[in-house]
């Protein structure tokens, strides 16, 4: 049964930093995307950032790029998110995805997701 577990998420002020990380169990990821996914109150999820587990490939959203980064630990079987220079409108629950497919912003290929972890980004 594969398991995403985020965690990380905080409260922090505009121009703060925070990494979420996601432990993923279950199976062997090591042909597998890994997402992360957000989805602020009122509106749809949106995506943040993939990377192949492998890292040869990332793939950002414009409004985060240059600010976030994803790296993974293939021996810890996690993946972190990076958030520099937070912004209020990066406040949001924060999901982390895994998906068979090949890196993908669309969340529908995503086949498995954790709980969500909340990050809040004050003015």
């Known amino acids: 049964q594969v398991q995403l577990v985020e965690s990380g998420g905080g409260l922090v002020q505009a121009g703060g930093s925070l990494r979420l990380s996601c432990a993923a169990s279950?199976?062997?990821?090591?042909?597998?995307?890994m997402g992360w996914f957000r989805q602020a109150p009122g509106k749809e999820r949106e995506f943040v950032a993939a990377?192949?587990?492998?890292?040869?490939?990332?793939y950002f959203a414009d409004s985060v790029k240059g600010r976030f980064t994803i790296s993974g630990d293939t021996a810890k079987n996690t993946v972190y998110l990076q958030m520099n220079s937070l912004k209020p409108e990066d406040t949001a629950v924060y999901y982390c995805?895994?998906?068979?497919?090949?890196?993908?912003?669309?969340?529908?290929?995503?086949?498995?997701w954790g709980q969500g972890t909340q990050v809040t980004v004050s003015s």
């Open positions: 279950g199976r062997t990821f090591s042909s597998y995307t």
């Open positions: 995805a895994a998906t068979p497919r090949i890196i993908s912003k669309s969340s529908g290929q995503y086949d498995y």
């Open positions: 990377r192949s587990w492998s890292g040869g490939s990332t």
